[in-house]
Structures are given as structure tokens and as C-alpha cells.
């Protein structure tokens, strides 16, 4: 592999609807068999699967890079949280059961948590290999087949995912991988024997998804955009909730969902709090990806960083201030020139109604807005049709557990931002969508329960 800034890697043909049918008709085949093995059986396949993509890391790692445009550094966290989701998920394998419940008369009843059969998993271009990983480990693990759509910006690395699943000893066709855009989507959404729908992605998109799936009654897990809050306290230590507020906006050019981009600051901070974020941003290395010292790369297309030029010329219009960065990148290498680079950029000056603090922009534009009374920020905070994350920095142990009490949002960090443990749930509310990855709590979601009575004795028939 090599860095080609601007120029198509490889082209790949959109899969049809032939081609979704037979993508779903060997999954189902493949169901067949893998439902029926026990939990141990499929734990051991899953660990198998996650110790190849462990040995293979930098490889996987490089190849997520050039598919994405993230950093080296950031893609090998991203491959270690995908081994460590599918270890996660093999060690539930075996536990999975449902409950017996004494009846009268020594009748009794069960519950069997059984597979849905064959999952649909669509990926977004940000976490092409992580998101895969995060929907297929549950998935497989309570016995489910799924088939996948990457993003056709970021089509590669997903492919290599299926192949490590069958060098792990799936069955043929367990995890299948279609190729293509809105219409494969459709054809995914819309197939007959397609049990359950996994999106991640944006809210409109999210919408159709979900008016698709609801004509054929099949459940949607939606995890989709957001305008997180990051409020700092001024009792924060002030090292830590600038780095926080780093990590809340710029990873992955900030093209994360869950970013923390609407900053409140507390006004009797606010001055010293920007002058080191703005003095840290500015020092934040731009360039290749592939080098150990790039902690930013490039954005994912033409298309989308114009897009996020646009919100931040919009955002001066409005009265923002730009206090650094904004402005497109080039490189000194010259291999580099069409790469997709910009400046991160903080915004000051920003008011509740502008719309670089309403919108998602998916981009590495961070703005800050003063605040002066808890309740005031947890209002402003809350103020918004997403509800994905939220983020708390202070030293008030009372305060921090108060606040995120009081934000409506799926996932909140107390003294840090980002941080996706596989342990925990991962998920939204209101337009950020529903359902959850990762944690006990996907389980849930790919998965449906049986009840079965059983009479020891003569039916008491009424008729």
C-alpha cells in the first residue's frame, strides 16, 4: 500500500440486486449452521477471528489509513478496540441463556434467547474496520449472520474483515460484504429474509432506513449524528479539559459522530482556557498519515471538505470569530499537494443560534460559547434535537454526576471525551437515534426471546 492524496484507489462494482440476493441467500445458508452451534463452539471461532486481526495490526492499521485518511496512531487504536470487541463478544458467546420460572403445581416455563437469522450492517467512511467489528461481534456471537455495506468511500478494509472470519472457520457466507450506495442499501433494507438493520450514519439517511425496515416490521438499531456539549467547569484542572476538549473535537479530522464540538467554557475561565486550546491547536501536526508523527490527516473527500469549509465561511457571516486554523493545508511534500488537509480550526464569539453551533459539521471545527450558571449550561446543553453525547469536566465529584444526570444524551464522560471501552454501551437519544453497540446491552439488540409454559398436569379447559 501507498499514500495517494486525491487519486482513486481501486474501483470496486456496486452490488445489484442479484448480487444482495445471493449475498443474503448464502448468509442464510450459513445461519443454518452456525445458529446451531453452541456458544463455546462460536466463542472459539470469534477468538480465533481476533487473534488474526491482533497478529495482523499493522497491516490491517495501514490499510485503514489509506482507506480513511486518519492517522497511523489513531487506526491502531481502531484495529486493538475491534480485536477486543470480538474477544468481548466470544466470551458472552458461552454465556448466553434465558431463565427458568417455577409455576404452580410443579408446571414451570423457560425463556430461550434465540438468533434473529440474517443481520444487515451498513458502515460509515469514519470507522470502516471498528464499525464492522462492533456490529458483527454481537451479531455473531448470539448466532446471527450479517451481511455488510461499507461506505463507498471507504470500501476496503471491511473486505479484509471477512476474509479473517473465514481463515477463523465461520461457515461460508457468514459475514458477506456487498459493495455500494444508497440503492444497495435499498436492496439490503427491503430483501424479505433480512431479520434486522444496523445503520451507522446520518440522520436523514437514518429516517429512510427506518421507514424501509418499518414495511417489513424488522427491528433498526440507528446510531446516527450529533452536536455534543463539552462543559467546563472552572474548577476543572485546566491541563486535562484542554486535552479533553483535543480529544472531543480532532480525532479523525473530527469526523466523529459523538465529538464534543459545542465547548462550554465558564466565563471566569474562558480567556486562559482558549488561549491553550488555540495554542495547542495550532500545534497539532498536519500531513501523511502513514508518519509516527502526524496526529492529523487528511478529510475523506473533495465533496465534504468543502463542506466543512463552507460552515466555518458561514460562521464568520454569522459574527464568529476564527481564532486559528480554518483554512486549507498543503503540505510540503509534493507527493501530497491534492491531498483533502485543513487547518483545526476554534471558533470564538459563538452564540446558541448560529449555525456552526446547531448543525453537525463532521469536521475539525471546535466551537467555544461562555456559560456563567449550572443551570443555564445544562439548558443550553440540552437544546438541541441530538442527544448522542455529552462531556463534564470538573473537580466537584457532586457536580460532574448532577450535570450528566441532567443531559439528555446516550453517552457522557465525566474528566475525559471519547473514550469507547467495549464494556459500555455506545448509543443516542432523541434524533441521535436508537438501540446500542457494544456492552451486554447490544446483546439486546440482536437477539429475540422465546417463552415456553409447559403444563405437568390436565389443562383446566373452560370449555
Same mark, same amino acid.
Given at each position: 500500500? !501507498?499514500?495517494? @492524496? ?9 452490488? &445489484? ?10 448468509? !442464510? ?21 481476533? /487473534? ?33 470487541? $470480538?474477544?468481548?463478544?466470544? &466470551? #458472552? ?6 431463565? %427458568? ?14 438468533? #434473529? ?25 448470539? &448466532? ?46 427491503? %430483501? ?11 440522520? @436523514? ?45 480532532? $480525532?479523525? *479530522? ?13 466565563? !471566569?475561565?474562558?480567556?486562559? =482556557? ?7 491547536? *495550532?500545534?497539532? !501536526?498536519?500531513?501523511?498519515?502513514? #508518519? ?11 465533496? %465534504? #471538505? ?11 457571516? *454569522? ?16 507527493? $501530497?499537494?491534492? &491531498? ?5 480550526? +476554534? ?17 475539525? +471545527? ?19 434535537? =441530538? ?13 460532574? %454526576? ?10 457522557? =464522560? ?19 437515534? =436508537?438501540? /446500542? ?10 437477539? *429475540? ?15
Amino acid at each position: 500500500f !501507498k499514500m495517494c @492524496p486525491g487519486r482513486v484507489l481501486c474501483k470496486l462494482p456496486c452490488s &445489484g440486486e442479484k448480487e444482495v440476493d445471493l449475498a443474503v441467500q448464502s448468509a !442464510k445458508a450459513a445461519f443454518k449452521i452456525w445458529s446451531q452451534m453452541s456458544g463455546m463452539e462460536r466463542c472459539r471461532v470469534m477468538l480465533e477471528a481476533a /487473534r488474526i486481526i491482533r497478529e495482523q495490526r499493522e497491516e490491517i492499521a495501514t490499510m485503514e489509513t489509506i482507506n480513511n485518511g486518519k492517522s497511523i496512531f489513531e487506526a491502531r487504536v481502531d484495529i486493538d478496540v475491534s480485536w477486543q470487541c $470480538l474477544e468481548y463478544y466470544a &466470551g #458472552l458467546a458461552g454465556s448466553l441463556a434465558g431463565e %427458568h420460572i417455577q409455576l404452580p403445581g410443579g408446571s414451570f416455563g423457560y425463556t430461550r434467547r434465540e438468533p #434473529l437469522g440474517v443481520c444487515v450492517g451498513i458502515g460509515a467512511w469514519n470507522y470502516p474496520f471498528q464499525i464492522a467489528c462492533w456490529k458483527s461481534g454481537p451479531a455473531l456471537a448470539c &448466532g446471527n449472520a450479517m451481511v455488510f455495506k461499507p461506505s463507498p468511500f471507504t470500501p476496503i478494509s471491511v473486505v479484509r474483515l471477512a476474509e479473517i472470519f473465514t481463515e477463523a472457520g465461520v461457515p461460508k457466507g457468514l459475514f458477506n460484504v456487498v459493495q455500494g450506495g444508497v440503492a444497495t442499501g435499498q436492496f439490503l433494507c427491503q %430483501h424479505p429474509d433480512v431479520a434486522k438493520i444496523s445503520f451507522t450514519g446520518s440522520v @436523514p439517511t437514518g429516517v429512510k432506513i427506518m421507514e424501509m425496515a418499518a414495511k417489513g416490521i424488522k427491528p433498526v438499531t440507528l446510531e446516527l449524528g450529533g452536536k455534543s456539549p463539552l462543559i467546563i467547569f472552572s474548577d476543572a484542572d485546566l491541563d486535562n479539559a484542554v486535552k479533553g476538549a483535543l480529544m472531543a473535537n480532532f $480525532l479523525t *479530522q473530527g469526523e466523529v459522530c459523538c465529538n464534543g464540538t459545542r465547548v462550554f467554557v465558564e466565563r !471566569k475561565i474562558l480567556d486562559t =482556557f482558549t488561549k491553550e486550546v488555540v495554542k495547542r491547536t *495550532q500545534k497539532i !501536526k498536519i500531513g501523511d498519515p502513514l #508518519l509516527e508523527d502526524t496526529r492529523m490527516g487528511a478529510l475523506i473527500n473533495r465533496p %465534504h #471538505l468543502n463542506r466543512v469549509q463552507g460552515f466555518i465561511k458561514q460562521a464568520k457571516e *454569522q459574527g464568529a470569530e476564527v481564532l486559528c486554523g480554518g483554512d486549507l493545508y498543503v503540505p510540503d511534500d509534493p507527493k $501530497l499537494k491534492n &491531498g483533502y488537509y485543513m487547518r483545526p480550526c +476554534v471558533l470564538g464569539n459563538c452564540k446558541d443560534d448560529m449555525t456552526c453551533v446547531k448543525e453537525e459539521i463532521f469536521g475539525p +471545527v471546535m466551537a467555544i460559547l461562555p456559560f456563567d450558571t449550572e443551570e443555564e449550561v445544562v439548558e443550553r446543553a440540552n437544546a438541541t434535537k =441530538f442527544g448522542l453525547a455529552g462531556g463534564v469536566f470538573t473537580r466537584d465529584i457532586q457536580k460532574a %454526576h448532577r450535570v450528566v444526570a441532567a443531559l439528555k444524551a446516550g453517552m457522557c =464522560f465525566i474528566n475525559n471525551y471519547n473514550v469507547s471501552p467495549v464494556e459500555l454501551p455506545f448509543g443516542g437519544y432523541k434524533s441521535s437515534g =436508537f438501540g /446500542r453497540e457494544n456492552g451486554r446491552a447490544a446483546i439486546e439488540y440482536y437477539s *429475540q426471546l422465546k417463552t415456553v409454559c409447559v403444563e405437568m398436569g390436565d389443562v383446566e379447559s373452560v370449555f
